[in-house]
């Protein structure tokens, strides 16, 4: 499968702190850059997600920014909270038919009160 | 938003016995249904990509004949692990695809498979 390299494995943050969580992709084919969200027994829940021809895009506290040149995304979540500890992980995919999701390896996420 | 169900939600097996997951779109027909295997505390290993009518193609290294994939309408996928070893236990996730597109993939709660 075609690689997606995440980093870093952990992160801990102070509540209110910012957390980034960083990928790189190779094959410039995909087209669709997901970030899920999971907590342990769950599956992933969708989070934010970004087409190449932007170069950031923000919802609420979930900012991903984008160098397309570089191959590289990132997750930033702002003002980080309790809740939001979890398990990140980034994904590439394409739009197109006959697509599939290539995960990275997942980013443990620990927010301390 | 569109929602994904699996069933069993989690369940025990003997060594050399078969089990069946479910997969079920419960809101929209899924054109496309993908199965992944995720090992404690690692990623989602994509298994298989199937489209409603036809067989399901596997990635790499997954064993067709021992992760036995039927698409058998738009709304429902089963996964049949045959001869379930120890080694299987794992937890098994689908997704469905709405369009065919990855906008539009929605993932399932999981299924814990453990094997004794």
Known sequence: QQQVKQSPQSLIVQKGGISIINCAYENTAFDYFPWYQQFP??????????RPDV??????????????SAKQFSLHIMDSQPG???????????????FKT???AGTRLFVKA | GAVVSQHPSRVICKSGTSVKIECRSLDFQATTMFWY????????????????????????GVEKDKFLINHASLTLSTLTV?????????FYICSASRSGGAETQYFGPGTRLLVL
């Open chain 2, 37 to 60: 295997r995720q090992f404690p505390k690692q990623s989602l290993m994509l298994m298989a990509t199937s489209n409603e009518g036809s067989k399901a193609t596997y990635e790499q």
């Open chain 1, 55 to 68: 170069s950031e895009k923000k919802e609420g506290r979930f900012t991903i920014s984008f160098n397309k």
């Open chain 2, 82 to 90: 045959t001869s379930a070893h120890p080694e299987d236990s794992s």
């Open chain 1, 41 to 50: 027994g769950k599956g992933p829940a969708l989070l934010i997600a970004i």
């Open chain 1, 102 to 104: 290539i995960f990275g």
């Open chain 1, 84 to 98: 939001d500890s979890a398990t990140y992980f980034c994904a590439a995919s394409m739009l197109s038919g006959g």
